[in-house]
């Protein structure tokens, strides 16, 4: 990353309409800023989603993309996670595929080892579901990549949330 370049989080209450995606994204787009993350999701209330969004930039852009974010109509509101304590995790289901005995027992101890769930296996397959933040993930995927030789990786995004008690 260049000089005054950081990963800034925002999350979004946003309505819950048809084209309200499409929309944020498309801003984002126009304007050349990257969308490192986006993840979106209907609140406790059907009329409202919430969106995680993660970019790279300087002070001066970011200052610029909340800006934008808060003049369209359908944005309710928008939160700069940047600075705050925040609980963010992302899920992850990564297939490792072609195993033999050997490595099977292997992944079963890789998948203990890293808190991850089996939610599926065969004779020569398994697959992990983790649910932690990214930084973790990548770790994972990296290891993952040089133990066995056939991976599938799907990630789904980073979510999160401020802290209640900021003492945890």
């Keep these: 990353m260049s000089e005054g370049m950081k990963k800034r989080w925002i999350s979004l209450f946003v309505e819950n309409q048809v084209g309200v995606l499409a929309k944020i994204s498309g801003l984002f787009s126009g304007k050349s800023y990257n969308l490192d993350s986006l993840t979106v999701g209907t609140t406790e209330d059907p009329t409202v989603s919430r969106m995680t969004i993660a ?79 990214a930084s973790k993930n990548d770790a994972v995927v990296k290891f993952l ?4 030789r056939n991976i599938e990786v799907v990630r789904g995004g980073n979510v999160g949330i401020e802290y209640i008690n900021t003492m945890d």
């Design 145 to 148: 990549k040089e133990e066995f």
């Design 55 to 133: 970019t790279v930039s300087d002070d001066e852009t970011f200052e610029q993309i909340k800006k934008q974010l808060n003049r369209l109509v359908e944005v309710i509101k928008v939160i700069d996670f940047t600075d705050k304590v925040v609980r963010m995790k992302e899920i992850m289901y990564v297939k490792v595929k072609s195993l033999n005995r050997e490595e099977k027992t292997e992944a079963f101890q890789i998948a203990q080892t890293f808190k991850a769930k089996v939610s599926d296996y065969g004779t020569d397959s398994m697959l992990l579901e983790f649910v932690q933040p």
